[in-house]
C-alpha cells in the first residue's frame, strides 16, 4: 500500500509534483535551491492548498481540489522537522516533548510517560527539566525528533535537519535519525543537500528540478549513475557495497578490501569517494596507506577538461569504479579502453558508511 500519494501543481511557484511512496519508505529529495522540495513537504503537511491535486496518506484523502477536500494540517498525522529546532521557548524539555500527546487528549500522566520514553529513544533523559535556551544546537535536534515522534506520526517529514547544524553535532543526528527511521519502519522523505544523508538513510532518491520530479530511484543507483544533471554534479561517486570489518576496512561480497575511515566496523557498509581522489597508475605504487586496484579500462569519457575512466562492472553488477583524469595523464601514459592500469586512492579520501537497508 501506498503510504503517500501526490499529484499537485502550484503556479505561482512553477510547481507540478507526482509522488508516491511506499509505506515504510525513506525517500531522499535532491535539488537546487528553489527547486520545490520545500513546497513538496508544506503540500503533504497540510500548510499549503495546491491549484489542482490530490494527496493520500494512507487511506485518507487529505487534499483534493476538485471535491474541495483540505483536512488541516494539524489533522494529518504529519510531523515536520526543520532545520532550526523550534521548540516552544516557554516549555521545558519534556513539556515540549509531552504537548502533541496532550493535545490528542492523552492525560498528563500518559503524556509524561510517552515524552520519557522518547527522550530515552534520543538519548536526552538527562535534558528532560531544561528549557529550550539552554540547549545546544544538537541537542534541540534531539529534542525537537523527540517531540515529532511523540505526536505518533504517521509520516515523517524532514526539511534539512541536520544543515543547521555545526559539523561536530550533525553525525550524532544523523545516526540517531538512522536508528528512529529504520527500526521502526516509518514512511519519511527527508529533503538534504548532503550525500551522506541520503546514503545513510533512504532508501530511494527523488531529484526535483525546476518543481518537477526528474528522477526517482533506489539511492545507490541514482547516486551512483545519475541520470539528471544536477544528481550528476553532487552525486557520480564511487559507491562500493559491502561489509565494514573494522572502523577502516570494508570487504566486498567478491573478496575486495577497502580501506579508508568510517564510524561503523559491523554490518553493511559503502565505501564513498570521488572520481578525482583516484589516481592511474601502469605498475602498482607500493607507498601507503593507499588503495590499490588492478584493472582494465572499459570506458572513457571526456568531461570538459577531465576525461573520466572507468573500470568494468563489479562482480556483484554494480557499476565500476570511475577515475578523472587529465588528457595530459591519458596522453602521457596512452590510456585506451583495454588497458590493464592500478587505479589508486589514499585510504584518506575514502568515507566508510553505513549504509541504508
Ligand atoms: P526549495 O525548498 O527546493 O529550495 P521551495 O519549495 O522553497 O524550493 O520553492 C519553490 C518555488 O516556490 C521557488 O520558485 C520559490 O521562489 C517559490 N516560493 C517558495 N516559498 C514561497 C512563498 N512563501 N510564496 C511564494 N513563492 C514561494
Ligand atoms: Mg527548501
New binding site residues.
Partial sequence: MSAIELAAT?D????SLDLDVDDGEVVAVL??????????L?LIAGLLRPDTGRIVLGDDIVTDTRAGTFVPAHARGVATLNQKALLFPHLSVEANVAFSPRSRGIDRRGSQKIARTWLDAVDARDLAARMPSQLSGGQAQRIAVARALAADPRVLLL?EPLSALDVGAAPAVRRLLRTVLREQKRTAII?THDLLDALALADTVVV?EG?RIVERGPTAEVLTAPRSAFAANIAGVNLIGGTAHTTETLRTSWGLTVHGHGDTDNGAAVAVFSPAAVAVHLVPPHASPRNVFETTIAEMDIHGATVRLRAPDNPDGSRGIAADVTPAAVADLELEPGKRVYFVVKSQEVALHTASR
Fill in positions: 502550484i505561482a511557484r512553477g510547481v535539488g537546487p535551491n528553489g527547486a520545490g522540495k520545500s513546497t513538496l508544506s526539511d529533503v526535483v518543481g
